[in-house]
């Protein structure tokens, strides 16, 4: 019985995996009323960079839930997303309400849709854990453009 017990703690214990705590450093942030809405940081490990897109859910509006997409650069990944996020912005597609895109960044699938603002364009960036609306300034503001 004893064995049994021991096997049983054994396997629970196999199934977390504590994550290394890695040094973030912020790129570029968006804050509202003192809390924030989203935030890009980076680390670097070795010849890679790794990025994290940390988001507030807008699903359950006003409560404060977040969601986070964390992707590494390999492939030019980074200015590729950028370049993805602000194409919803040019005038040939800022135009066409059907113009949708849907990626894998990561492990996390994120579709991209036109949303509007009040004055303004955004982009609707959504996953299975929530959603977010974006301005161009946001976008270029978080990826350290602005």
């Known amino acids: ?18 994550q290394v705590s890695r040094d973030w450093k912020t790129l570029g942030e968006l804050k509202t009323f003192g809390l924030t809405k989203a935030r890009m940081q980076f680390t670097v490990s070795g010849s890679d960079t790794s990025s994290m897109l940390f988001m507030k ?13 964390v992707f590494n650069n390999a492939g030019d990944t980074f200015n590729k997303f950028y370049n993805l996020l602000v194409s919803f912005f040019l005038d040939k597609n800022r135009k ?9 960044l990561g492990k996390t699938m994120v579709n991209m849709q036109h949303q509007g603002l009040i004055g303004s364009a955004g982009v609707r960036l959504t996953t299975n854990e929530g959603y977010i609306v974006l301005s161009k300034r946001d976008i270029d503001k978080l990826f350290g453009k602005r």
Not at 4 to 18: F, K, S
Not at 57 to 69: G, L
């Open 96 to 104: 066409d309400k059907d113009y949708m895109r849907t990626v894998k």
């Open 57 to 69: 859910d807008f699903t359950k509006q006003p409560e404060n839930n977040y969601f986070s997409i």
């Open 1 to 18: 019985m004893s064995l049994l017990l021991l096997l049983l703690v054994a396997v629970a214990v196999a199934q977390i995996e504590e």
